[in-house]
């Protein structure tokens, strides 16, 4: 079965400084990998996903994710961070070899921006 | 528009009533999902369906039912026999690879629905 753990519960950063946030995964095959956003009171938003080919994924709001199979690991990364990146994020893993079976998440690590 | 809806926003139920949250899709997608979530829990999956006529508990089904009579369709009620309901209640679905283009088993979410116990 998979599992995912995210280590970091809450993280803070300066707006402007770079911004890493760590995902493990435990899955024996090839997984399909995840990140989600959420704001507060809201629904779940994809940011990028990796299925296989280039190890280095690119999202949306100018966030990236590489898969590294020897660490078991799909960190997300965002060079320079805004304010309004302040929010809680997902880590996701999927089988879908047998198709449309649920995903897994993280607990989140949620995303604190000072000035 | 294509996307996933959910209503009401917030729902309130007293002690001992059943309720029912509402989830609709209209992106066509074969698979609908209902997942909990409480703060420092992440998202803990209730129930699936992966097709019409037929879905699957879930790691955190007791107390919980759902139908799927429609493919655009996947309300889930929150039964009197659940005893601590009170939570954000999220709904998403997704369509396999071998039908979709450039992604596979990705699922989109609903805004949610957040349930109050009185």
């Known amino acids: 079965a998979q599992s995912v753990t995210q280590p970091d519960i809450h993280i803070t950063v300066s707006e402007g400084a770079s911004l890493e946030l760590r995902c493990n995964y435990s899955?024996?095959?090839?997984?399909?990998l995840f990140w989600y956003v959420q704001s507060p009171g809201q629904g779940l938003q994809l940011l990028l996903k990796y299925f296989s080919g280039d190890t280095l994924v690119q999202g949306i709001k100018g966030f990236e994710a590489e898969f590294k199979r020897s660490q078991s690991s799909f960190n997300l990364r965002k060079p320079s961070v805004h304010w309004s990146d302040a929010a809680e994020y997902f880590c996701?893993?999927?089988?879908?070899?047998?198709?449309?079976?649920?995903?897994?998440f993280g607990k989140g690590t949620r995303l604190s921006v000072i000035a | 528009d294509g996307g996933i809806t959910q209503s009401p926003k917030y729902l309130f139920r007293k002690e001992g009533q059943n309720v029912t949250l509402s989830c609709e899709q209209n992106?066509?997608?074969?698979?609908m999902y209902w997942y909990r979530q409480d703060p420092g829990q992440g998202l803990r999956l209730i129930y699936y369906?992966?097709?019409?006529?037929?879905?699957q508990k879930g790691d955190i089904a007791e107390g919980y039912s759902v139908s799927r009579e429609k493919k655009e369709s996947f309300p889930l009620t929150v039964t009197s026999a659940q005893k601590n309901p009170t939570a954000f209640y999220l709904c998403?679905?997704?369509?396999?690879?071998?039908?979709?283009?450039?992604?596979?088993?990705?699922?989109?979410f609903g805004p949610g629905t957040r349930l109050t116990v009185l």
């Open positions: 998403a679905s997704s369509m396999p690879t071998w039908r979709s283009l450039g992604g596979t088993d990705t699922q989109y």
């Open positions: 899955y024996g095959a090839t997984p399909y």
């Open positions: 992106l066509n997608h074969d698979a």
């Open positions: 369906s992966q097709i019409v006529n037929d879905f």
């Open positions: 996701a893993v999927g089988a879908g070899d047998s198709g449309n079976t649920p995903l897994v």
